[in-house]
Each structure stands twice: as structure tokens, then as C-alpha cells.
């Protein structure tokens, strides 16, 4: 009873101390000097997803088909890093119905995973200020190193609503450098002393949304094309399996260092149902942007 009440003093003690001191940041050179080698081109053969809905479960099995690893997750609906780091989960029991579910800290602290990615809620302003993402992102690289000192740590960058009053391009442009390095992986390598990698999946989002709106996409006219539906209305933030799809791509492209040009388009969904499928010419040009901003964006560690 005394060392579980000494152990739960010395965690506030350092979620105070986290709070109300300055937090220890990485320079703009340090930052660099954390991605300076790229990593060695090696497909994981086991991956662990922690998140929510914009993950989901249709995108961890695509991946799986392409690059044919096992993978386990826990999900929630709308869930922080943090609310999975103190097992307060909205959506626990319906997102994890599924095979594919395995306890966040029991899978970490087993070492049986390769790689491991995580990911914050949206909205990114409020997780930062409301649920301490940084601290609970150095938290669980943390749990994962302990576990298996070589296992990959990514952070899996996302998107906002298609109708965020500040524009959803401009979102995702400002946000990698303002919120997601600068207030959540800086300050959480500096205090973890990890190197974490990124999955840029906001910026291919964007990138290929650009590409859907100039027609350069077959059979892709609008950026809702990537998006699913809210009943009879526009999904204004969950994919579509077209967009799961260029999310399995981007996954792919960073996890293993290869190129995903020539892969294959036509997936299955996480309940074995066929996914709906690009034309095999906007699957084309769909791994080609993935690979252009991946090998274009150093925390990815890919080199093109």
C-alpha cells in the first residue's frame, strides 16, 4: 500500500513538475540531428496501432496486405494519447470488438512488435493544451523501449475537418511545424530522449487533394472522393476506403523505406468485405505522391 502510494506521488510530482516548469524543447538543430540518417530499409513484420477513428480498422488491414505483417491495436472514439495512457477510453468496448485488438500495455511491454504508431485526437489544440500530448507521447515511447530497445516509434500525423473554419489546407500546412513538432515531438523526444519518426499523412492528404482538384486523378473528382459519408451527408473527417487506402500507401512507404509505386489496389476491408477500389491509374498516381512527400519530409527517416 506505501509503494503504490509513493509511486502514484512520485507521478503527480512529475506531472507537476511538466506543468508548471519550462518544458525542455529540441533547437531547430537538435531536431535535425535526430533524422540526420535515414533508416535502414526494413519491413516490419509486426506493427502496433494506438488511436482512434482515424485510424480505424480498415487501414491497419490494408496495410497488412500490403506489406504482409501482423498487427494489433486500441482504438477509441476520439481518444487522446493520454486518455489511453490512464485506461480512460470514450469507445472503448465498441471500437475494440475486433481480433485486431490487443491491450495497449500488455502488447507494448510484451516487445513482440517491431513497430509501433501512435497517434493524437483531433482537435490537435486541445489535446495539446488539455491532455498533455507531448508528455503522454514521451509516456508511451517510454513503455515501448522498455519493452524492446530497437522497436521503431512513429507519430502518425492526421488531418482536420474538411470545414475548419481556418481552411482545412491551411490547417494542415501550419500545424506540422506549430503543433505536431513543435508541441508535441520536440518536447517529448527532449524529455524521452527518443528518436520518434512521423507518418505524414496530413500532408499526403493534402498533397493528393491538390492533385483530385487540378483532374489529375482518374475517376477522383473531389477531395470528398477521400472522405466518407454521415448518412445522407458528407463525412467531414472520416475516410472513405479510397482514402484508407492512401493512408495504408503512406503507412507502407515510411514502415518499410520502399517505394509504394506498384503495389496492389484492390484490398479487402477488416471484415474480409472488398474494399471499393481506385482505378488502377489513379492507384498510380495515388503511391506516387505518397512517395514524393514521404521521401520529401526527413522524420519520415526515408531517403528517396
Request: glycine share 8%.
Amino acid at each position: 500500500m506505501r509503494f503504490a502510494l509513493l509511486l502514484a506521488l512520485i507521478a503527480v510530482a512529475g506531472l507537476l513538475v511538466w506543468r508548471f516548469l519550462p518544458v525542455k524543447t529540441l533547437t531547430d538543430a537538435e531536431f535535425s540531428a535526430r533524422y540526420a540518417t535515414a533508416l535502414p530499409a526494413a519491413p516490419p513484420q509486426s506493427v502496433y496501432h494506438l488511436g482512434h477513428s482515424l485510424v480505424g480498422r480498415d487501414m491497419p488491414a490494408m496495410l497488412s496486405q500490403l506489406m504482409g505483417n501482423r498487427y494489433h491495436s486500441q482504438l477509441g472514439w476520439g481518444a487522446s494519447m493520454r486518455n489511453h495512457w490512464q485506461d480512460d477510453v470514450p469507445g472503448f468496448a465498441e471500437e475494440n470488438a475486433t481480433e485486431a485488438f490487443r491491450p495497449a500495455r500488455a502488447a507494448l511491454v510484451s516487445g513482440e512488435y517491431d513497430a509501433i504508431v501512435l497517434t493524437e485526437m483531433v482537435e490537435l489544440k486541445d489535446a495539446i493544451r488539455y491532455h498533455d500530448s507531448a508528455r503522454a507521447l514521451a509516456d508511451w515511447a517510454g513503455l515501448a523501449r522498455a519493452g524492446r530497445a530497437d522497436a521503431r516509434l512513429y507519430l502518425f500525423e492526421t488531418w482536420h475537418r474538411l470545414d475548419d473554419p481556418a481552411g482545412w489546407e491551411a490547417r494542415i500546412a501550419s500545424d506540422l511545424p506549430a503543433l505536431w513538432e513543435g508541441q508535441i515531438l520536440r518536447p517529448a523526444m527532449a524529455a524521452s530522449d527518443q528518436v520518434i519518426h512521423v507518418i505524414p499523412g496530413g500532408q499526403v492528404m493534402a498533397a493528393l487533394v491538390k492533385r483530385i482538384e487540378a483532374g489529375e486523378v482518374p475517376g477522383l473528382a473531389a477531395r470528398a472522393d477521400l472522405f466518407g459519408r454521415d448518412g445522407d451527408a458528407p463525412d467531414m473527417i472520416h475516410l472513405s476506403d479510397l482514402g484508407h487506402y492512401a493512408m495504408a500507401l503512406t503507412h507502407y512507404a515510411v514502415l518499410t523505406g520502399k517505394s509504394p509505386v506498384g503495389l496492389p489496389h484492390m484490398l479487402l476491408r477488416a471484415d474480409g468485405s472488398p474494399a471499393d477500389a481506385p482505378d488502377p491509374q489513379a492507384a498510380r498516381v495515388m503511391q506516387e505522391v505518397v512517395w514524393q512527400v514521404v521521401t520529401g519530409y526527413a522524420p519520415t527517416g526515408v531517403k528517396g
